[in-house]
């Protein structure tokens, strides 16, 4: 059933796709549920963490900050969107704790799920974080001085390109099948474990749909509506040197995330995607009208310079020479991933015995 603001429920009563207006009403500006849509008036809230609660208890963040993108810090504790009991129940049988338990045993067995089982559910729950996160930026002022305006943090972002990506994240909801093309470009690659940083990075790129998951020794870089674009281009570099020869140090993986990031923001065409349904049988299929040839316009190396320079110039504070790199990062010249002769940099982020850091 077609609603008067073009939603589609089933059967049931059930919002198989929110219609723009409706998720811009009832999501981003209003307060309902973000899965169901359902009001605080008409159900049981308990709200849902942007960062899943199981990762808050693993890396102790719940008294840890997480950087907005008005370079404010938020507490992850108090980092939270509406959500009803019900849905909130449901992610966490879906998602988070196959998850919490497949991580828990491993790269090895996550490679091996990849493998055998595909990656349609680490790419859907990649895809609820990252909605959760801007979702979660339209309750946060852009201003701390209240004097340059009321402006919304979430004000800054592209609704209409997440609108698809809470149409993905949703989708174990709404029974919505997924196309083949509908999956973005998903990279799970060794990462290095160390007691000097952090076991656990996370970072988005609203304006790139892109994020990385750094946790432990897996990092995962995604690119949520690219149609596997990025990674296509992406492989030809990796054909042509060994960009990724090892487990990959924290600002090698911001690396990666700002190359794919930087390659999507630069696809010539753009795959459109769309839901389509059938009214006799309550079906649901999102699909995606992919470009003849996903490729790149001109390149231009300056784009990739200014995201590694946003994502990876705070990493920097234990180079001694960090002014200097950060000025070459710019350029979008310098790598982090090979030496001059194009091998992999196996000494990324290494202690010396002096306690500073080398190999960039």
Known sequence: ?????????????????????????????????????????DAVFNDEHVLPDWLLRKYR??????????????????????????????????????????????????????????????????CLIFVKTHLKDQSLNLHLDRRKG???????????????????????????????????????????????????????????????LRMDE?????????SQGVLSIFSEKLEEQNIIGGPLSPVQAREVAA???????????????????DVASDKCTIVARRPHQLMMSDWNREILGGIMHRICNEMLVAFPNRDEISEQIKTGTLTFLVDDNGNFVTNSMELEETGSQHGA
């Open 150 to 212: 009321d402006e919304k943090i979430g004000e800054l972002h592209d609704w209409g390109l997440l609108h698809h990506i809470h149409c993905m994240a949703r989708s174990f909801y709404t029974g919505c099948e997924l196309s083949t093309e509908t999956l973005g470009s998903l990279l799970v690659v060794p990462a290095k474990v160390r007691s000097h940083y952090e076991s656990f990075d996370y970072v988005d790129l609203s304006y790139a749909r892109t994020m990385l």
């Open 259 to 277: 190359h794919f990031a930087s390659i999507n923001v630069q696809l010539a065409e753009r795959t459109v995607f769309t839901s389509e349904f």
């Open 61 to 126: 963040l719940h008294d840890k900050s997480v950087t907005l993108p008005n370079g404010t810090q938020f507490r992850y504790g108090g980092f939270k969107i509406p959500c009803c009991a019900r849905c909130n129940t449901l992610m966490g049988e879906q998602f988070e704790n196959p998850i919490r338990v497949l991580f828990a045993k491993g790269a090895s067995e996550v490679y091996r799920e990849l493998t055998e089982n595909g990656p349609w559910r680490l790419f859907c729950w990649m």
């Open 218 to 226: 897996i990092a995962i870089v995604a690119v949520l509506d690219d």
């Open 1 to 41: 059933m077609k609603t008067a603001d073009g939603s589609i429920k089933d059967s049931d009563g059930k919002i198989i796709f929110f219609s723009f207006d409706r998720f811009m009403s009832d999501i981003v500006r209003g307060n309902c549920c973000f899965i169901c849509g359902v009001g605080p008036k």
